[in-house]
């Protein structure tokens, strides 16, 4: 291999890609200037002749090919045993200061010898921003096996968290990053000294892809990990790095003047090898061209592959080539030049003087938590982690708002839409698998005869009414529990706006229903079938159905379900059971599979799609044939991606048992949750909800909201979302419930601290959180 200063037109018409793609300034966070002076005469055969490669060469180098207008780097010297270091590091110093842009900046090449209070005085005057460190520095022969900190030893850990410095590191070993040992000492050292910013050189050294597949994950936590690009010529690493990181800890390299050398590095089974025009034997007569590109080309093209597939939009790219430089090199750089980020709560501010309500979730708006602090917005989300806008890393016990059961971005039901999406979601055909999941629907449900798909819980509760009031010639609905937003349902409030206040929000004015439906919609109470009888005689024998969820915040006592049931067929109505909520959660396929009884209809939504837009109305044959004579219809209830995602929750649920160990998770949680409210009784918890979805509750009258305003912002800090209801899901493993439990001990015990000091209500607490929804209270 060697340097080239040639570029043939082959490479440019294959750079051309780059136009458009590049953002017009952009910071290479990986280059090595070079001056032969510093090195013996055969250190690198692949520079020989190079010359002097400085800051200007590597600018000028790069926008041969780079259609991009600015770029600022992180330089360092190239490692080699023969180097004469420190003037090697001088000179790179001096030509950063020289000849780099403003923004440059310059890390220092180290060895484990090194003075440890020199090293500390050069960062801590500016000199250097921190420290490369390289495994042939090692003391052992075999340095390719040295462990971490063999090269990199504790000192320069412990002076690079002092200086908030950077470490610029390039693992060993044959599995690099999927190496259980190297992926043990970073976890340690990273959560050991956390004010260092660790930058793994060429994706955590994942020249084979698989070890970055079967790696990276494992510091998927760890938020002051960043990986770079240099030297990586295929997209499946890079693939792998933004799974695990998303596009703010992926920082662009060049790995200059590698970069400017041919060929590139591929995987070969657990191995990688570098391919370059010298490998080939100088008599191969191929039938086709083998002149080989740079591999600064290579790499940028496979980056700009992934990022297209992946969809990353122009925010991200700009990411990964310049803002996240300017992120982790934050603390080394002039104050005027730190970017001004915006933060979910000033995001929200903006969304209320654009959206209606902020958002199109009720649940989701801020006031429902703490409008001060909530981050409101999320960049990605993973299992049970969300990161939000500023890349803070929290974990999820609002669980999606109930909408989420095995976990966010699940991969078996990412894969499953990943597929539907590549063959096509939408045309003028019906997609086949919508009569895979009616009859997985309906094995599941022997009592009834037909499936109707829509794509929200509140339509599907609307269509599930329509279908009664079609299928009985009446037109009364007798309701209990939360059914969505449409007419049918809000109607209860016109005349007297206190009937939905133990169902959904306490005051809710029917604004917008028409008035003609008074009396039309009337609720009874859980587990009291006396007010069930009065509701039905408030309708007068015009009942068309009765609407109850199976169960939410407690058990049905006495048969209640069952006893609703014999009303229901009594009065010749159809007996509707919204399962939106406790499908899956609750039971198998439903809550209704604990109650031992079958409805005429049954709605699923949210858990049955694990995120994506669908829903489920199952009913007994004679009523749903009754759609068909009423009008029900809509063109994206037709779309696949939200069929695909069900028939994948389904296989996944029933072969991993998902809704029973979720239900066991949580009775630990109910009891670790019931015996933190025995320890801290001035806070006056009531633990209530089911095993799936328990609920903590302040009891102190005016002053609950407070608390739990309090309580959401002090969770907040410590890198949690919650509210009072604790959504699980099959993502929440052990661990992490039990970190919470741990965290929440703190958290009360602050909390008793300020009720003990009359402090609750306290003007500096800012907007309170609002009530929720009062649903089977």
Same mark, same amino acid.
């Given at each position: ?9 082959? @490479? ?74 420190? @003037? ?12 780099? *842009? ?6 220092? &090449? ?19 921003? #921190? ?275 095995? #976990? ?113 919609? &009337? ?50 109505? &159809? ?27 049954? &709605? ?23 759609? #068909? ?46 015996? !933190? ?46 509210? *009072? ?22 958290? !009360? ?29």
């Amino acid at each position: 291999m060697k340097y080239s200063h040639f570029i043939p037109e082959k @490479d440019f018409e294959l750079a051309s890609c780059l136009d458009g793609f590049l953002p017009q300034e952009i910071f290479d966070i990986h280059a090595h200037p070079y001056n032969p002076v510093n090195f013996s005469v055969d250190a690198f055969p692949f520079l020989k002749d190079a010359g002097i490669l400085g800051c200007a060469e590597h600018r000028n180098t790069l926008l041969k090919y780079m259609p991009t207008k600015t770029i600022h780097g992180l330089y360092f010297g190239l490692p080699h045993r023969s180097a004469a270091r420190d @003037d090697m590091n001088k000179w790179v110093r001096e030509e950063t200061n020289l000849n780099g *842009s403003a923004l440059s900046r310059t890390l220092k &090449v180290v060895t484990p010898n090194d003075d440890p209070i020199q090293t500390s005085d050069e960062l801590r005057n500016g000199l250097f921003c #921190g420290l490369k460190v390289y495994h042939i520095y090692a003391s052992r022969p075999d340095t390719m096996n040295a462990s971490i900190t063999e090269y990199a030893p504790e000192w320069m850990w412990e002076v690079l968290h002092e200086t908030h410095g950077i470490m610029m590191l390039h693992i060993v070993r044959n599995d690099a990053i999927a190496d259980q040992d190297n992926q043990r000492e970073i976890r340690r050292l990273c959560q050991t000294y956390p004010h260092v910013r660790l930058i793994l050189a060429h994706i955590a050294r994942s020249f084979n892809y698989r070890n970055a597949r079967g790696g990276l994950h494992m510091l998927a936590d760890l938020e002051n990990v960043v990986v770079d690009t240099s030297a990586i010529c295929e997209s499946e690493s890079f693939r792998a790095a933004l799974g695990v990181f998303g596009p703010r800890r992926i920082l662009w390299g060049s790995d200059f003047p590698v970069s400017e050398m041919r060929g590139r590095c591929i995987t070969t089974g657990s191995n990688f090898y570098w391919l370059h025009p010298e490998v080939l034997r100088p008599d191969f007569k191929p039938a086709t061209e083998t002149e080989m590109t740079l591999i600064g080309i290579e790499s940028l093209v496979a980056l700009k592959e992934m990022c297209d597939d992946a969809g990353l939009t122009h925010g991200d790219i700009n990411d990964i080539f310049f803002n996240n430089a300017l992120r982790l090199l934050k603390p080394h750089l002039p104050t005027e030049v730190a970017q001004t980020e915006e933060t979910g709560p000033e995001l929200w501010k903006r969304a209320r003087t654009v959206i209606s309500g902020g958002t199109g979730l009720l649940s989701k708006r801020s006031e429902m938590f703490d409008a001060a602090s909530w981050p409101s917005y999320f960049s990605r989300c993973s299992g049970c982690e969300v990161w939000d806008l500023n890349d803070r890393r929290y974990i999820d016990f609002a669980g999606g708002i109930g909408a989420v059961l095995l #976990g966010y971005a699940d991969p078996d039901v990412d894969s499953a839409v990943t597929k539907r999406i590549s063959a096509g979601t939408y045309c003028s055909l019906v997609n086949p698998q919508e009569v895979e999941l009616a009859e997985t629907l309906l094995e599941l449900h022997p009592w009834a005869g037909k499936v109707q798909f829509a794509r929200s819980g509140g339509e599907a509760m609307a269509v599930a009414v329509r279908i009664a009031r079609a299928a009985t010639g009446r037109s009364g609905i007798v309701f209990c529990g939360y059914h969505g937003w449409h007419d049918w349902y809000l109607a209860a409030n016109l005349g007297e706006t206190n009937a939905l206040d133990g169902h959904l929000l306490p005051g809710l004015e029917p604004k917008g229903v028409p008035r003609e439906l008074q009396g039309t919609s &009337v609720p009874f109470i859980y587990n009291d079938l006396e007010s069930l009888d009065k509701a039905l005689e408030l309708l007068e024998g015009n009942l068309a159905a009765v609407v109850m969820e199976p169960m939410r915040s407690q058990l049905p006592t006495d048969n209640f379900v069952g006893r609703v049931a014999e009303k229901c067929l009594a009065a010749g109505a &159809v007996f509707i059971v919204d399962e939106i909520t406790s499908g899956l959660r609750y039971g198998f396929p439903g809550a209704l599979s604990r109650v031992g009884l079958d409805p005429d209809i049954v &709605v699923y939504a949210k858990a049955m799609s694990n995120g994506f837009p669908f829903a489920a109305i199952i009913g007994r044959n004679e009523i749903m044939s009754e759609a #068909g004579a009423s009008f029900i219809s809509s063109s994206y209830w037709t779309d696949g991606i939200g069929t695909a995602a069900a028939l994948a929750v389904l296989e996944k649920m029933k072969r991993l048992n998902v809704q029973q160990v979720v239900w066991e998770r949580g009775i630990k949680l109910q009891e670790a949750l019931k015996n !933190l409210a025995g320890c801290h009784p001035s806070c006056k918890l009531l633990i209530g909800g089911m095993p799936a979805t328990p609920t903590m509750t302040f009891q102190l009258g005016k002053e609950s909201l407070a608390a739990k305003t309090l309580y959401t912002r002090k969770m907040l800090e410590h890198g949690f979302l919650v509210s *009072s209801t604790f959504y699980l899901m099959y993502a929440h493993e052990e661990q992490y419930i039990a970190k919470l439990i741990d965290v929440l001990d703190i958290v !009360l015990g602050e909390i008793e601290q300020v009720i003990a000091a009359g402090q609750l209500i306290d003007k500096e607490l800012g907007n309170q959180s609002q009530p929720g929804f009062a649903r089977l209270a």
